[in-house]
């Protein structure tokens, strides 16, 4: 019976939010509060009934009730429960229904959290979100339902994909899709904004949190997406360049660029219309993330919720949204004020700057990933765009970017100094040139670009700790003045700091392991001795493993490393019993900042294994990077002056002053 | 019951929350008349500010410049206010009752035209039912193979044993077990069909070597022998041995003795083959149809596998024959009539809308 | 400097770089792209040696060999035979008979030294580029024959 009322609770979620929907659009101009109170309740009771019928599916999942079909088609009795329960999202239906989830859960929260909001724009902004709600669970229950039953029964499941039985899956599609659906937030407001014709600095105040949220979840999406593909595929690799990466890479881009406009938009009443169309084009590139690669028409090494057949409702349903959106936007952006003037060399113009580059960059990933298709729409060529053309043009692209990135939060609003913050920045530029000479003279490799995209990242990194370092007046007052306005520097200062900082790093990791990294692949008898990048690998044979829903082979080596310690490794090839699906367990040591990377490949003759090795030196850096950013971005929401929408004051203060 | 009774209190629970929502007026609204929604907005932001800076968390000449842009922000809203945005009040009274109808009315019917509410949950563990049929079948196997291993040339033994691997799919065993049954009790053309058969399921349904020799055979052994014929006339066919096929088709054909199962699927292996003959160019599609119709043959002649079956479904649903579909799936659910064992068949049939007639179980 | 002439200075600059990105893209687009052969392709078209390519078709039965790390296998498309070299170890769902997508360059001897195999995570995978071609050999055959 709680299959059925998971199932009854999806659906009077959808028909509360296609009638709020209604009701909202309809009424959104009446000045009384009464139709912002229904669309709050509506959002709350949808987000209830969604989250009802979520813990309906885990709950079959769970208790193995192969009468639901998903769950028939999608686990097994035999897997470890975490497991049972990510199943549950491991496939297009269960996903569509977490992705629905979230969405409405955002909308609780602007309405949780709305209170303060006028209320036509409350009213808007709640109708807009009812109305990707209705689209989305309406598209779910429709096409793809995750409820749909099987009569009669069968008494065992088919088993969850093995390669996505890992605490990945735990993690990563929910953070990812808490960064897509976020920027739905942004779009409503956007859409709302064009309608309403509210389109201030209030607005960019009351947007950017949602911006924040989305982003810092996006970013610690794609990163976990990044080390589970890392250490689960077993191709030594962390980027592929691959359609479902870019596809969540572009919102990114995009959403970094809005996360600053919004900025610009909120201090300075300027760059409104950009501001706006990058809330839409955000969340148009989080929607063509999810869907454009389980329609079926791009092919990628990470599909695991790919349906073709339901690929045309997807795309209609993507280009009703985004066509729509872009009309309004056409139809209104004409009708609004222009901002605040500034010259060239200022913030803003910094920040323009650093817009223009990210989208460029997101503009060039989008190229590259489209090109294949429209080759193949036009002239019947089947050509795939790799790592070779995303490496040249996002990285040319990227390299002006971190050029210019520690100037921007030392130039002033309005009119700034270059020379005077290129005087500050001096010591940072001399030390980033030191550190990068010192660090490529240590390691000595001939590979051209490395130096100078070294010295890209620590230029970055330690223009971040100059700007810190600045604010505090160190080294120029007394160190206890010094230490107090340290302490005393808002929370949105040090959080700029530290996601630049974390931009450095994982820019250094990125150079890093590309140049130095080491690789050997060579067939090993046990006892055999295999030396990589210093480190001494012996193999000592392999023998028979059994978890609860596998076999296989599980091999043994002792390594040692340059310093003498010594551990021992254990790469795996598994078989999962259900599905007889073969998998390689990857045994990863870390060393240090940097990590050794085994596969054991098929044995051969005589206990002879293929196994192969690589040394990825600074790798972590990578990941260390990203979450340095994540943490910066809860830091700035934990700001309470951000999350009351107030306006900054010294703005003000400087506009008085002018 | 039970379950309809909850439908319609949580239905009902969040059209009365919807409602009185709405119809709730503004509690802490201390003025007579409702306030300006957007002038309460601002006197809002005007509480927190002056809550911030009582607490300190913002400082006063932040408090002072966050003070003065909302008063400026709230001059430039009344001077932009365009007028008349009161009208009728009674627009969201008529329509509110409407609205939380229409919610319940496509809850209802959303539910009626896609719910099973006749379906209970099945948890495993409360499940009482667990076939017992495959355990007794696995305890069988292991008692007759320990008593073959004692008495190997109990021909007898070998005889039940070896449909029983073919029907499990262990077609490795079951071909061990024919050659064993035509060692002992020498060759007859069933027999011969029967390890042809088994060889050729082993090799993934292709016939080609031994199997193939095995059908010729047994073929040539009884003049009316009907399996090896099918098996020679689906090869030909699935080799695109058009001419072969026709003249083999042709000769079973003329075997049947009145409307035999096989009969109807014989003729279509036989027209295509004929039209492949004809046709100067063969198009794609009657190669595949081809295969799938010496599948299709083979079934209804000598039973498979459940994954056979579900294969000739799933072929028949790809070349959208879906009456013949329908046909093959009834016809797998007399072979198979264990629901446990025909899970995917099921699914497949579900996903696809064929009908699982009878309620055989 | 006016307002106005600051303004188009602003645009200006805007504009070059927008141009200067956009070359970019279309010379990495010229330069950058690998073209998917079947093994016909690289027959009928020449391929020259050391131009990298995307090579896809199936695995043909029997032809797998492994001499230590190195492993020899035969791509077909039903019509031609191309064989490949890979270093290192196959993805786990490399199996006979089965489509699959090599990266790599024909080397001077006529055998393809692959840089990367790829597989996807499921069972029944087989790549869209390799049923494409595998489509236009059957259409290609029949034209020719008919």
Not at chain 1, 106 to 131: C, E, H, I, K
Not at chain 2, 280 to 289: Q, R, V
């Amino acid at each position: 019976m709680t299959i059925e009322l998971g199932h009854f609770a999806l659906i009077l979620a959808f028909a509360i939010a296609s009638v709020s929907a209604l009701v909202g659009l309809t009424l959104w101009r009446r000045s009384d509060s009464r139709a912002a109170l229904y669309l709050q309740q509506a959002a709350i009771l949808q987000f209830l009934l969604i989250a009802a019928a979520f813990a309906a599916l885990i709950q079959a999942f769970v208790t193995s009730d192969f009468s639901l079909l998903l769950a028939f088609q999608h686990s097994h009795s035999d897997q470890p429960l975490i497991y049972r329960i990510t199943a549950v999202w491991g496939n297009h239906e269960g996903s569509m229904l977490l992705w629905v989830l979230i969405l409405v859960a955002m909308g609780a929260a602007v309405a949780a959290f709305g209170r303060n909001l006028p209320r036509d724009l409350l009213t808007l902004v709640l109708a807009f979100q009812s109305l990707l709600a209705a689209a989305f669970s309406g598209f779910t229950i429709f096409t793809s339902n995750p409820f749909a039953r099987l009569a009669p029964a069968p008494f065992e499941g088919r088993d969850l994909n093995p390669i996505l039985q890992d605490i990945g899956l735990a993690i990563h599609p929910p953070l990812l899709y808490i960064g897509y659906v976020g920027f739905s937030v942004c779009f409503s407001f956007a859409l709302a904004a064009l309608i309403s014709g509210r389109i201030d600095a209030a607005w960019a105040r009351w947007v950017r949190p949602w911006t924040l949220l989305s982003w810092t979840f996006l970013t610690l999406g794609i990163a976990m997406g990044s080390y589970w593909a890392y250490y689960e595929l077993g191709w030594g690799g962390w980027w592929f360049w691959d359609p479902v990466e870019n596809a969540s890479f572009m919102p990114w881009l995009a959403g970094t660029a809005l996360l600053h406009s919004a900025l610009v938009m909120e201090k300075r009443n300027a760059l409104k219309i950009w501001t706006i169309f990058l809330a839409i084009i955000t969340f148009s590139l989080s929607l063509l993330g999810t869907f454009l690669v389980r329609s079926g028409i791009l092919t990628s090494v990470h599909t695991f919720a790919s349906d073709p057949t339901r690929g045309l409702v997807i795309l209609a349903l993507l280009a009703c949204f985004i066509g729509a959106a872009f009309v309004l936007f056409a139809l209104r952006a004409g009708s609004l004020r222009a901002g605040g003037l500034f010259a060239p060399v200022s913030r803003e113009g910094a920040l323009i700057l650093n817009n223009l580059l990210l989208a460029t960059a997101t503009a060039a990933v989008l190229v590259g990933t489209l090109y294949p298709l429209l080759l193949d729409a036009l002239t019947g060529r089947t050509i795939s765009v790799g790592a070779p053309f995303f490496e040249l043009t996002f990285g040319a692209i990227m390299a002006p970017l971190l050029v210019i990135l520690p100037f921007g939060p030392f130039l002033a609003w309005k009119r700034g100094d270059f020379v005077a913050v290129a005087q500050r920045l001096a010591l940072a530029a001399g030390l980033a040139l030191f550190v990068a000479i010192l660090f490529f003279a240590l390691s000595g490799a001939s590979v051209s670009l490395a130096p100078l995209g070294l010295l890209l990242g620590f230029w970055v990194a330690f223009g971040a700790l100059a700007d810190i370092a600045d604010r505090a007046r160190l080294f120029r007052a007394d160190m206890g003045t010094s230490l107090r306005r340290l302490f005393g520097l808002p929370r949105t200062a040090w959080a700029t700091a530290i996601a630049h900082f974390g931009i450095g790093v994982t820019v250094i990791g990125i150079v890093s392991t590309s140049a130095w990294e080491s690789e050997l692949v060579t067939a090993m008898q046990p006892g055999a001795n295999a030396t990589v990048a210093g480190y001494t690998i012996q193999f000592d044979g392999i023998d028979r493993t059994e978890g609860q829903n596998f076999s296989g082979e599980r091999g043994t080596f002792t390594i040692t490393s340059p310093g003498g310690g010594m551990r021992t490794a254990h790469p795996e090839r598994r078989t999962y019993s259900a599905s007889g699906m073969p998998t390689t367990e990857a045994a990863i040591e870390t060393y240090g900042l940097s990590q050794l990377y085994l596969q054991l490949g098929e044995p051969g003759d005589a206990g002879t294994s293929v196994v192969r090795i690589w040394h990825k030196p600074y790798i972590t850096l990578i990941w260390l990077g990203t979450l340095l950013m994540a943490c910066a971005g809860f830091l700035s929401l934990s700001y309470r002056r951000l999350r009351i929408g107030a306006p900054k004051p010294s703005s003000a203060r400087q506009e008085a002053a002018v | 019951m039970v379950f309809w009774i909850l439908v319609i209190i949580v239905t009902a629970v969040a059209c009365a929350a919807l409602y009185y929502a709405a119809m709730r007026r503004p509690v802490n609204a201390a003025a007579p008349a409702a306030p300006d929604a957007t002038t309460a907005h601002f006197r809002l932001q005007l509480k927190e500010i002056v809550a911030d800076s009582a607490s300190g968390r913002l400082g006063q000449a932040e408090a002072l410049a966050a003070r003065g842009e909302l008063a400026r922000e709230l001059l430039r809203m009344r001077s932009e206010k365009p007028g008349g945005t009161q009208e009728g009040t009674g627009r969201l009274d008529r329509l509110l009752p409407l609205s939380v109808l229409l919610v319940a009315v496509l809850a209802f019917g959303a539910y009626g035209f896609l719910g099973s509410p006749q379906l209970p949950s099945l948890p495993l563990a409360t499940r009482t039912d667990p076939a017992p049929v495959g355990i007794d079948l696995d305890e069988a196997i292991l008692r007759v193979e320990a008593q073959l291993k004692k008495t190997p040339e109990d021909l007898r033994g070998w005889t039940v044993i070896a449909p029983i691997y073919k029907q499990l799919g262990r077609f490795a065993a079951a071909s061990r077990a024919y050659r064993r049954i035509i060692e002992l009790g020498g060759p007859s053309a069933e027999s011969e069909t029967n390890l042809g058969e088994a060889l050729m399921l082993a090799n993934g349904g292709n016939a080609e070597g031994e199997p193939l020799e095995l059908f010729r055979s047994a073929a040539a052994r009884d003049q009316r022998h009907l399996r090896s014929r099918y098996y020679l006339a689906s090869e030909a066919t699935r080799l695109g041995d058009y001419e072969k096929a026709v003249e083999l088709w042709n000769e079973l054909l003329a075997l049947a003795e009145g409307s035999e199962d096989w009969v109807a699927t014989a003729q279509r292996g036989l027209s295509m083959a004929s039209a492949a003959l004809d046709g100067d160019s063969l198009p794609d599609a009657s190669a595949i149809e081809g295969m799938v119709e010496g599948l299709a043959a083979r079934l209804a002649a000598s039973g498979g596998t459940i994954e056979e079956w579900t294969r000739l479904v799933r072929s028949r649903l790809v070349l959208g024959q879906i009456e013949t579909a329908q046909a093959d799936y009834d016809a797998a659910r007399r072979a198979y009539p264990d629901a446990a064992m025909r899970a995917e068949l099921d699914v497949l049939a579900a996903d696809n809308g064929l009908l699982s007639t009878e309620a055989s179980n | 400097m006016t307002r106005k002439q600051k303004r188009l200075a602003v645009i200006g600059g805007l504009g070059a770089v927008l141009a200067l990105a956009a070359t970019l893209i279309f010379i990495a687009l010229r330069d950058q792209i690998v073209f998917f052969y079947s093994p016909s392709d690289v027959k009928e078209r020449a391929v020259a040696a050391g131009t990298a390519i995307r090579l896809g078709g199936l695995v043909k039965d029997g032809s797998i060999e492994r001499i230590g790390e190195t492993n020899g296998f035969i791509v077909t498309d039903g019509e031609t035979e191309m064989a490949v070299r890979f270093v290192g170890i196959l993805p786990d769902l490399f199996r006979e008979g089965q489509g699959v997508v090599v990266e790599g360059t024909v080397g001077v001897d006529g055998v393809f030294a692959a840089t990367n195999v790829l597989a996807k995570h499921d069972e029944n995978y087989m790549p869209k580029e390799v049923v494409d071609a595998l489509k236009q050999r059957g259409e290609w055959q029949r034209e020719g024959g008919g």
